[in-house]
């Protein structure tokens, strides 16, 4: 019912950080915004969002947290909101009039359910 979509990491210049990853990993680069680069090995996605006022992380010092959320993909919004609640999920984001909902897991980090 639910499948993993992307991978995002919040970042301060996502056309950078893309071009490391893309390199590193021998990935293209497969879509480009302003604020948002993806690279893909032509399944999975790694997504990188431009943060205005990004903190490295400092891991594991927990002073400054990883940034990053999973985007999971589903094929009926309202079915996956229904099983995420039901498992712990807590909304993070009331509109449910586009193509995804926003959550925090049971120990809070964020992930997005997003229409296939």
């Known amino acids: 019912m639910i499948k993993l979509g992307s991978v995002v990491l919040d970042c301060p210049d996502p056309a950078a950080l893309a071009g490391f990853y893309a390199e590193?990993?021998?990935w293209k680069v497969t879509a480009t915004r302003d604020d948002w680069v993806t690279v893909s090995d032509g399944g999975v996605?790694?997504?990188?969002q431009q943060v205005?006022?990004?903190?490295a992380p400092s891991w594991p010092d927990p002073s400054s947290p990883q940034q990053s959320h999973l985007d999971l993909t589903v094929a009926d919004l309202d079915?996956?909101?229904a099983k995420a609640l039901g498992l712990g999920a807590?909304?993070?984001d009331a509109p449910k009039d586009r193509g995804w909902r926003v959550y925090a897991d049971p120990a809070g980090h964020p992930f997005c359910?997003?229409?296939?």
């Open 45 to 48: 996605e790694l997504c990188f």
């Open 79 to 81: 079915a996956g909101e």
């Open 52 to 55: 205005a006022d990004f903190r």
């Open 90 to 92: 807590r909304p993070l």
């Open 24 to 26: 590193l990993l021998d």
């Open 113 to 116: 359910l997003c229409a296939e």
